[in-house]
């Protein structure tokens, strides 16, 4: 009888250690502002599900039992895929925002097509750097109805609808 109390209450204080060191050590989100500095020394357990530096990193810790992954400002600021966001706002009247991004240096054409497929405008067509970027297409001189927009940069193609009501 005594040992099934003790292995109760060691398995008691066994999960109640457990729970607590995850309750106190799990993060989701670590960031460092530009400038700082983290050392992680041997041996230490820095747990999160993401780990910005926008700073140095240095030291030989570990990241939930894996090695520390670490992004510096640049990896932030660059885009990881080719993307074509949805317009918005959409259905619209007179003006609309398309965001597009480029992980590598393309050349890029984004075109917009009525429902019949005849070219309506031409919103970018040259080189891009990598980045970020959006482009305003003002709708005014069109009428009301479906519209689709297409992006081509390198080998990446994709398209959208939209709607414009007057």
Same mark, same amino acid.
């Given at each position: ?8 209450? *060691? ?7 457990? *729970? ?8 989701? &989100? ?5 400038? &700082?500095?983290? $050392? ?22 570990? *990241? ?9 400002? $640049? $990896? ?5 895929? #080719? ?34 497929? $005849?070219?309506?405008? &031409? ?22 109805? #479906? ?20």
């Amino acid at each position: 009888m005594k040992t099934i109390k003790y292995n109760i209450y *060691f398995t008691v204080i066994f999960l109640s250690i457990i *729970f607590t060191s995850t309750l106190l050590y799990s993060q989701s &989100t670590m960031v460092y502002d530009v400038g &700082t500095s983290l $050392d992680v020394g041997a041996g230490a357990d820095v747990c999160a599900g993401n780990i910005t530096v926008n700073g140095t990193y240095s030291g030989s810790g570990t *990241f939930c039992n894996a090695p520390v992954n670490v992004e510096s400002e $640049d $990896d932030i600021l660059t885009p990881k895929e #080719f993307s074509l966001s949805q317009n918005y706002p959409n259905p619209f009247n007179p003006s609309t925002v398309i965001k597009y991004q480029l992980p590598i240096s393309s050349q890029v054409t984004l075109k917009v097509y009525d429902v019949l497929g $005849d070219e309506v405008a &031409t919103l970018v067509n040259e080189e891009k750097p990598t980045g970020f970027y959006e482009v305003e297409l003002n709708a005014s001189r069109l009428s009301s109805g #479906f519209y689709i927009y297409k992006i081509t940069a390198g080998n990446f193609s994709s398209t959208k609808k939209m709607i414009l009501i007057k």
